[in-house]
């Protein structure tokens, strides 16, 4: 099983939440975790100084990437239009990433809750690791 990490986890392992850095580690030690440009994008509008950003750079030049194929946005287009009828406004980049992860079959490790409105997604332990 391959694991398509958010940004939202990310965040909390680059601020050393323990539990986060712990799975985090443990998932990179497996060889399971797969990044896309649309998370490290995300990250690297966040970053504060150049220290942090070639850490971000030296990280995920070492993670398998993934990136959205033609097939991705119009699945990604029609479940954001099926859940707004639903009166559920999910943000384009995770309609996106849960697309990614359902197409290829992989689980997504997220704090996002929006992401358990998507049909087909499997959400990477759901219930252990929650932000307060």
């Given at each position: 099983m391959k694991v398509l990490v958010d940004?939202?986890?990310w965040i909390y392992f680059f601020r050393?939440?323990?539990?986060?850095?712990?799975?985090?580690?443990?998932?990179l030690h497996?060889?399971?975790?797969?990044i896309t440009g649309i998370v490290?994008?995300?990250l690297l509008q966040g970053v504060k100084n150049e220290k942090e950003r070639k850490l971000l750079e030296e990280i995920f030049s070492y993670l398998p990437w993934i990136e959205p194929q033609k097939e991705d946005y119009f699945h990604a287009g029609i479940i954001g239009k099926e859940l707004r009828s639903k009166g559920?406004?999910?943000p384009v980049v995770d309609l996106l990433l849960g697309t990614m992860a359902i197409r290829r079959k992989y689980h997504i490790f997220t704090l996002d809750r929006h992401f358990k409105f998507i049909p087909g997604v499997k959400i990477y332990k759901e219930k252990q690791i929650l932000p307060e």
């Open positions: 940004t939202s986890v050393g939440r323990e539990e986060i850095v712990k799975e985090i580690k443990k998932l497996q060889r399971k975790i797969v490290v994008t995300e559920i406004t999910i």
